[in-house]
């Protein structure tokens, strides 16, 4: 059976066009690929968190025993502190949500924009953790923006 018959009447056919079926699929697919950005986007700034709150525990753990060893003191210490099993969950979060974007978008097309973490990274360290960043880096997080303005602008599947 022929899945797209011929139009035995195009008058019909223009009045079905115009009733906004046709249209429909469009504004569909505005709405998917709009989710789509949006769990991209939640799957980036969990991970970026998660990093910063392993880095709040990894703190703690070097300000209570110094520099991390492969041993078993330090193990324990990074086991039992909160912020890294913290950063963790953030991180397994940020893994669930990025298993829906690859159920949606090619890995070319959801990939690039993981890099936002870098951006979002170096915006933390920037306004809350107060840290200098040298202009170089501002130029190389510049260009990420630009790459992943481009690819957006590429079919995601």
């Known amino acids: ?10 008058e019909a056919h223009e009045a079905h066009l115009a ?6 699929g ?3 697919g505005r709405k998917n690929r709009t989710m789509l950005i949006g769990l991209i986007l939640l799957s980036v700034a969990l991970a970026a968190l998660a990093q910063l709150t392993l880095k709040h525990g990894m703190n703690e753990v070097t300000a209570n025993t110094g520099e991390l060893q492969l041993n078993a003191h330090s193990l324990k210490d990074v086991l039992t502190t909160w912020a890294v099993w913290g950063g963790l969950f953030l991180f397994g979060l940020s893994a669930f949500v990025w298993l829906a974007v690859l ?3 090619s890995l070319s097309f959801a990939y690039p924009f993981a890099s936002l973490s870098y951006v979002l990274i170096l915006l933390a360290d920037k306004f ?6 040298p202009p170089l880096r501002w130029a190389g997080v510049f260009f990420i923006m630009k790459g992943i303005v481009l690819v957006a602008q590429t079919p995601h599947s």
């Open 128 to 133: 809350i953790l107060q840290e200098q960043i």
């Open 26 to 28: 469009q504004g569909q």
């Open 103 to 105: 159920s949606r978008a």
């Open 19 to 24: 009733e906004g079926h046709h249209g429909s």
């Open 1 to 10: 059976m022929n899945p797209n018959p011929p139009v035995l009447d195009p």
